[in-house]
């Protein structure tokens, strides 16, 4: 696996006689946008889970640029959750304030977050306490954060699902920006369509393991059709 980026070899996870991820080997470099794409149950959501610190494998090994990584890793991979759960009792602009005191992030970091909240329509709920906060404004106050953070891996479970069409599209350029800035993504989605035109590859997963792995047009080569869809293949895999 290359070096430069997210390493991951052999991840498990088990809950109980239930084995949500088995084996699981994959990477991620630096610079690269990765579709994690499965049906419910996939395990998908504990995979992020795993790599973020929040769960403990039962085996299998994560490393980032080549070193490997202990349990105690929230500010080399942030993860953007599908729930998404902010502080009730802090407003929109102490939630950054909070990420930035944490990271200890250098005296430029309130200009990024006022364009941060500007960009993702957050200006007017500046000061709304995160109690108040639709669904949606909880997402992108959450995605505002992570990126503000400046962790070289980024992960977002379902990002999309929440946000209004132009938030949709706002995300989609911020996660170009990453990707431009050298920052490894890697995004679990349902919305196949998204994932074809945003991901450099992807990977399709089922009962916790990986189907395929690659460029869709690479996964497109090995199939039956040359135009033949993500949706195609992804159902052609997991039926």
Not at 202 to 211: C, E, P, Q, T, Y
Not at 215 to 228: I, K, M, N, Q, Y
């Amino acid at each position: 696996m290359n070096a430069s980026g997210l390493a991951v070899d052999n991840l498990t996870r088990r809950f109980g006689k239930l084995v949500a991820v088995d084996g699981l080997s994959f990477s991620a470099q630096r610079g690269e946008i990765v579709g994690l794409l499965g049906p419910n149950g996939a395990g998908k959501t504990t995979t992020l889970l795993c790599l973020a610190g929040l769960l403990r494998p039962n085996a299998g090994s994560i490393a980032l640029d080549g070193r490997k990584l202990g349990p105690d890793r929230a500010r080399l991979i942030a993860l953007v959750p599908e729930t998404p759960e902010v502080y009730p009792m802090l407003t929109v602009w102490e939630h950054l304030v909070f990420v930035a005191k944490s990271c200890r992030l250098d005296g430029a970091w309130e200009d990024r977050a006022q364009g941060l909240i500007t960009r993702l329509d957050l200006l007017d709920k500046r000061d709304e306490l995160g109690e108040s906060l639709s669904k949606g404004m909880r997402q992108k106050t959450l995605i505002a954060c992570t990126v503000l953070a400046d962790s070289p891996v980024v992960m977002l479970d379902e990002p999309m699902i929440g946000l209004d069409p132009k938030g949709q599209r706002e995300l989609r350029g911020i996660l170009k920006d990453l990707r431009e800035q050298g920052r490894t993504i890697i995004m679990s989605t349902h919305l196949l369509e998204s994932a074809e035109s945003m991901c450099d590859r992807v990977i399709i997963m089922k009962a916790g393991r990986a189907l395929a792995t690659g460029p869709v047009a690479e996964l497109r080569s090995r199939g039956s059709r040359a135009d033949e869809t993500l949706e195609d293949i992804f159902l052609e895999l997991t039926r």
